[in-house]
């Protein structure tokens, strides 16, 4: 069974660009969520969404969006980037129902460095 | 404060040892707890999940929780240079659908040979 995969691993873009990240969850499962990972602030919920619509939201500007699409693969944009947007985001995959819904499997992650 | 503690170390121990990681959380709608293992530039990988209070115990790991307490607790036993990474204690409450995983700081934790 595949694992949650992320696109693409490395980015590296400039203040004021934008940028937009690509999950595909383990297949069957429906609820996709984003994390943010800094060494200073360790991992922080962005959001998830659960059959293209989204869920929960963390505490972070309206420069972070993302979407859902019918096939459960989701991107996580970013406009306007700042150096502090600089991090580890990683996509988590769960079943989103049921028993051990929140049971969540990460993928390796796109490392994006502001420069 | 922040709604999950964990002592971030670093913690060294010899092969073979017992180790004992702790995280306390001041929410007392967490219901479910989770241990991540993260390897230096890796994504976090389950080890453990688990609802309510009691013990879970799976191979060398066993996961403890005490809601009374808000504590719960990783332990490794017959540790392994292959076990050390950083250990991520991670909760969630049950109305807040299925993700909005909560975390500790991590435990970097080195098995020395």
């Known amino acids: 069974k595949a694992g949650v995969t992320q696109t693409p691993r490395y980015l590296i873009k400039t203040r004021g660009q934008q940028v937009t990240l690509s999950c595909s969850p383990i297949s069957g499962h429906r609820s996709v969520s984003w994390y943010q990972q800094t060494p200073g602030q360790g991992l922080q919920f962005l959001f998830e969404?659960?059959?293209?619509?989204?869920?929960n939201k963390g505490n972070f500007p309206g420069r972070f969006s993302g979407r859902q699409f019918s096939n459960s693969r989701s991107e996580m944009n970013v406009s306007t980037l700042e150096l502090g947007d600089s991090a580890l985001y990683l996509c988590a995959s769960s079943s989103g129902q049921g028993a051990g819904r929140t049971e969540a499997f990460f993928g390796q992650g796109t490392r994006l460095t502001v420069v | 404060q922040k709604e999950v503690e964990q002592d971030p170390g670093p913690l060294s121990v010899p092969e073979g040892a017992i180790v004992s990681l702790n995280c306390t959380y001041s929410n007392s709608a967490f219901q479910y707890f989770m241990w991540y293992r993260q390897y230096s530039r890796k994504g976090p990988e389950l080890l453990m999940y688990?609802?309510?209070?009691g013990n879970k115990e799976d191979g060398r790991f066993t996961a403890q929780v005490d809601k009374s307490s808000k504590y719960i607790s990783l332990f490794i036993r017959d540790s392994q240079p292959s076990d050390s990474a950083t250990y991520l204690c991670?909760?969630?409450?049950?109305?807040?659908?299925?993700?909005?995983?909560?975390f500790g700081q991590g435990t970097r934790l080195t098995i020395n040979p």
């Open positions: 991670a909760m969630s409450s049950s109305n807040q659908g299925a993700q909005k995983l909560v």
């Open positions: 688990t609802y309510s209070s």
């Open positions: 969404y659960f059959s293209e619509t989204q869920r």
